[in-house]
């Protein structure tokens, strides 16, 4: 029987990471489909960004109650699937806790810490079930905020519910398990843990049943446990919970420029130095781009690594001006409507093949004129991120195509163009009047 166990744990390993590794490849191809761009320099200051604001979680206290929270599911999530290193091993080699023996009596505290880590899950989450249905926080409820309708809100709450149940699934298998040892069963008879901080609380439900019963249990919530683990995994490649992993490049590839800096189009910049005589004609680039973005494959790899990294709390939004005046635009929707349009090209990849693009956009199929008219490029939304991501880089991106490949501006921003052209100012008025204001202050 034990090794019936092992043959089908390893069979269970091996297909876990065959699908999650193909799917990290599928996923890595889609974010290369962008243009390359440099975050290899400055090394050090990236790495401390990365370990201050992903893996210190810098910017989720700037709410302290809910950042204290996101922390407790963070960490104690991490941590806790340490143990699996364990469960692997028992797995393979047909072991039980392997690392009892050579930990000796410290093992008891580290089994006790990962039990009040499992508590510290059960409860945030809970707390934030409770926020998102029943509290119905403005920018977390699909009742008050249209990013949230449908499969956003049911993925946030799948999340939430399956990591309460994989903690509830723990603390079970660590009460049986402590049964077992106080009645000298088997194997359990040559493991000796003591009492459970958290999971001694479940003993007195479990304690009327038969030892058979209770072996029955233990190996259930073992396997759910595990199994439940690797289908987190592979469940997370397909969610918003991808940032759990990307939130640390996605960080330490970010934008170290001060905030508000826009690039310039590079082909733009050198058609003005040869105007002004700055650099040599013969310079000019021979194939004209395309100005702006006008699908994913236009922005930069480090765009759509930020697509695949947003949490979808909502932080961006409810920060837009923009947005408060009851505009249409949303950041946190630009960035999940770049998503769709990578998830719908992958799709297209496995249906016709890995070089077949359909006749749809992200500018205007997925991403609508007026929301990118109403972007005040503020970069509020830039600054509430708790894991850097950049809406306005995709927003301006896309409005550049509008304006210098399609003509489509208001006419206001035409007017100001123009004079822009003329006057060298957005003003209607000749350089020379530009200071006459200051001759009424004599």
């Not at 599911?73 to 143990?83: K, R, T």
């Not at 005589?277 to 759509?304: H, I, Q, Y």
Request: glycine share 4%; proline share 5%.
């Amino acid at each position: 029987m034990q090794v019936v166990q092992q043959i089908l744990f390893i069979a269970a390993l091996a297909l876990a990471a065959y699908f999650i590794g193909r799917r990290i490849v599928l996923i890595k191809k889609t974010i290369l489909l962008g243009k390359p761009v440099d975050r290899k320099d400055r090394p050090q200051e990236r790495l401390l960004t990365m370990l201050r604001i992903a893996f210190g979680q810098k910017k989720m206290f700037d709410r302290p109650i809910v950042g204290l929270l996101h922390f407790a599911v963070y960490a104690g999530f991490i941590l806790i699937n340490i143990e699996i290193l364990e469960i692997l091993i028992d797995g393979i080699v047909g072991t039980h806790r392997v690392f009892s023996k050579p930990l000796g009596s410290f093992y008891p505290v580290v089994i006790n810490f990962f039990e009040v880590l499992a508590l510290g899950v059960i409860i945030a989450c809970a707390v934030f079930l409770i926020r998102r249905n029943a509290l119905k926080i403005k920018r977390l409820s699909p009742s008050t905020s249209s990013d949230m309708k449908g499969w956003p809100a049911l993925d946030a709450n799948l999340i939430l519910v399956f990591e309460i149940v994989l903690m509830l699934a723990f603390l079970k298998m660590n009460a049986a398990d402590s049964i077992l040892q106080t009645r000298a069963v088997g194997h359990f008879a040559e493991v000796q843990t003591g009492t459970f901080w958290v999971s001694q609380f479940l003993v007195p439900f479990l304690d009327p049943f038969s030892s058979e019963l209770l072996l029955v249990t233990e190996r259930l919530c073992w396997w759910f446990h595990i199994l439940g683990i690797m289908a987190f995994a592979l469940f997370v490649t397909y969610s918003k919970h991808l940032h759990i992993a990307l939130a640390f490049p996605n960080t330490y590839f970010s934008d170290l420029e001060p905030r508000g800096k826009m690039s310039n189009i590079p082909e733009v910049t050198q058609e003005v130095k040869i105007m002004l005589g700055l650099e040599n004609e013969s310079n000019a680039a021979e194939d004209v781009p395309r100005f702006g973005a006008k699908d994913v494959d236009d922005l930069t790899w480090k765009n759509l690594m930020d697509a695949y990294s947003c949490t979808e709390c909502g932080r961006c939004t409810s920060q837009c001006p923009a947005n408060m005046t009851g505009k249409k635009l949303s950041p946190r929707k630009i960035m999940m409507s770049t998503r769709d349009r990578l998830e719908d090209i992958q799709k297209a990849w496995q249906k016709n093949g890995s070089d077949y693009r359909d006749e749809k956009s992200l500018n205007g199929d997925y991403i609508s004129e007026e929301e990118l008219l109403a972007c005040t490029s503020c970069n509020a939304c830039v600054e509430a991120c708790p894991v850097l991501i950049n809406p306005l880089d995709i927003i301006l991106s896309l409005r550049r195509y509008n304006v210098m490949e399609e003509s489509k501006a208001p006419q206001a921003w035409n007017m100001m163009f123009q004079n822009l052209e003329t006057n060298m100012a957005p003003w209607k008025f000749p350089p020379d009047n530009r200071f006459k204001w200051a001759d009424e202050l004599k």
